[in-house]
């Protein structure tokens, strides 16, 4: 199915058919333990052409199958990773430090793509559109892009491979897959298995780990029409750059650095109970993560006090523990970085409730007070198991502060009055706001972008991948050649 399925794994799912890419050979080994898994193979520029030659012919022939047979591959393709559910849970949960219940969602969710492609096959795809002369057949249609290079980061791999190959691949086209080389098995090797075993048609899905280099390659080849990609905001520029230099279409889901905004008539246990999620699922390792905790300072001090204790109740470690909530981050250079950006906090005046510290790249959750605006906590995405608090007087404070970030992903505001949490809601710059809500949040169906240093707009979800993976033509058809004046 794939020409470059580069990976090899210990262990019955992932154990056939692989071979070494022209960039080397990487171990793969577990985040929590060290402990070997298995061996992922490099693909090099040259890879990356030739999978990019074989895609592009692959898909022209792809681009004519019936809607009903693109559709069904998605569907079999949902039937094959969920009878494969529990191996793929054990490997997420080994390969990214995800603990069980983080990794058994990210497959449910990675399902619903896959479900949710398969209804974008039988979308209408074309307007008749008018024209001076009534006997002129004038319309409009969406036609497939080509190839699209998507290249994924590892912190929820599976699903936001999925999100990009799945809807692309319905809709016609062919995809270079270019995961992040410290998840290539669960942002590659499992996607290359479910659609074999779904009856992909050969040369359509090419998996290809690496660096930045290889995700460069994919960039500039010149077979990919469309490039999807999701990572850092650091990174997306030179995504941007490169691509918009080529006249290529590019799709940017990057960082955030998310409000949650606490009004002092909000129900505190749930806002505490919101926050607690948004901030510490998957070790915070989440682009949507809640990455500021905006608190009216009337009830600021209780707020800080219950979250505080509930960190202290968290058991860190290996999440193949049951009794584990905090898994380790990604390696131990994203934990000194973490660490880094506490450290600076609490020099410039946070106060440290709890946490704050590390061994190897298990952070223990953390609590910082009295957060200023010019605090790094403040100021950058953390990506780590960090909550800090920042407090404000007033809802045009509130709204200032959620405001003063280059970032523009998510939002959340706590409040019992629905009609002032939509008016707050109004004036945050932001792709996504949830009143009541916590910032992580997203479906299949739903739009989903960011501004700003979180993306160029683009959306993912539902009929918007239609205006990302497809190109309008249009198309006249007259009963008879017009006669012109020469």
């Given at each position: 199915m794939s020409q470059c399925d580069f990976t090899a794994v210990s262990g019955r799912l992932f154990s056939d058919g692989w071979r070494p890419g022209g960039g080397g050979t990487a171990d793969v080994r577990e985040v929590a333990t060290g402990e070997p898994i298995g061996v992922i193979g490099l693909a090099d520029v040259a890879d990356v052409e030739r999978a990019g030659k074989s895609a592009s012919a692959a898909q022209?022939?792809?681009?004519?199958a019936s809607y009903k047979e693109r559709a069904s591959v998605m569907v079999r393709t949902a039937q094959a990773l969920e009878?494969?559910?529990?191996?793929?849970?054990?490997?997420?949960?080994?390969?990214?430090?995800?603990?069980?219940a983080?990794?058994?969602?990210?497959?449910?969710?990675?399902?619903?793509?896959?479900?949710?492609?398969a209804g974008l096959a039988d979308q209408p795809y074309g307007q008749l559109l008018p024209h001076e002369d009534a006997s002129v057949l004038s319309m409009a249609r969406r036609v497939p892009v080509g190839v699209v290079g998507v290249i994924?980061?590892?912190?929820?791999p599976l699903m936001l491979a999925i999100r990009s190959v799945a809807p692309a691949l319905v809709l016609g086209n062919a995809v270079l897959l270019k995961p992040d080389v410290k998840t290539a098995l669960s942002g590659g090797t499992v996607l290359a298995r479910i659609f074999e075993a779904a009856g992909l048609p050969t040369g359509l899905l090419h998996v290809l780990p690496g660096d930045a280099r290889t995700g460069e390659a994919v960039v500039?080849?010149?077979?990919?029409?469309?490039?999807?990609?999701?990572g850092s905001s650091a990174a997306g520029h030179r995504v941007g750059e490169v691509a918009g230099a080529m006249l290529k279409r590019v799709v940017l889901e990057l960082g955030g650095n998310n409000a949650l905004i606490v009004?002092?008539?909000?129900?505190?246990?749930?806002?505490?109970?919101n926050a607690a999620w948004g901030s510490l699922l998957h070790q915070g390792q989440i682009c949507m993560a809640t990455g500021r905790h905006l608190v009216h300072e009337r009830i600021a001090d209780e707020y800080a006090e219950r979250l505080t204790e509930h960190a202290r109740s968290l058991?860190?470690?290996?999440?193949?523990?049951?009794?584990?909530?905090?898994g380790p981050l990604i390696d131990v250079n994203q934990a000194a970085r973490v660490h880094a950006i506490v450290t600076s906090s609490v020099e410039s005046g946070a106060v440290l409730r709890t946490g704050g510290s590390h061994e190897g790249p298990f952070y223990q959750p953390t609590v910082l007070d009295r957060v200023s605006p010019d605090a790094e906590a403040f100021t950058k995405e953390i990506f780590g198991p960090v909550i800090p608090v920042t407090r404000f007087a007033s809802d045009d404070e509130a709204a200032e502060l959620a405001g003063r970030t280059a970032y523009g992903l998510s939002a959340a505001i706590h409040t019992r009055s629905m009609q002032r949490g939509l008016a707050l809601a109004e004036r945050l710059r932001t792709g996504m706001v949830h009143i009541n809500g916590q910032t992580i949040n997203d479906s299949a169906h739903v739009p989903m972008g960011g501004m700003g240093e979180s993306?160029?707009?683009?959306?993912?979800?539902?009929?918007?991948?239609?205006?990302?993976?497809?190109?309008?033509?249009?198309i006249t058809a007259r009963p008879t050649p017009p006669t012109y004046p020469v």
């Open positions: 022209r022939e792809w681009s004519r009878s494969m559910r529990a191996d793929v849970v054990e490997m997420m949960m080994r390969e990214t430090g995800s603990i069980r983080k990794a058994g969602q990210e497959v449910s969710k990675a399902l619903d793509e896959l479900r949710a492609a994924t980061p590892w912190n929820a500039r080849s010149r077979y990919t029409s469309v490039i999807s990609f999701t009004l002092d008539d909000a129900d505190l246990d749930a806002a505490v109970n058991v860190v470690g290996d999440p193949k523990r049951a009794e584990v909530r905090v993306g160029n707009g683009g959306r993912y979800g539902g009929h918007w991948n239609l205006d990302e993976f497809t190109y309008w033509q249009w």
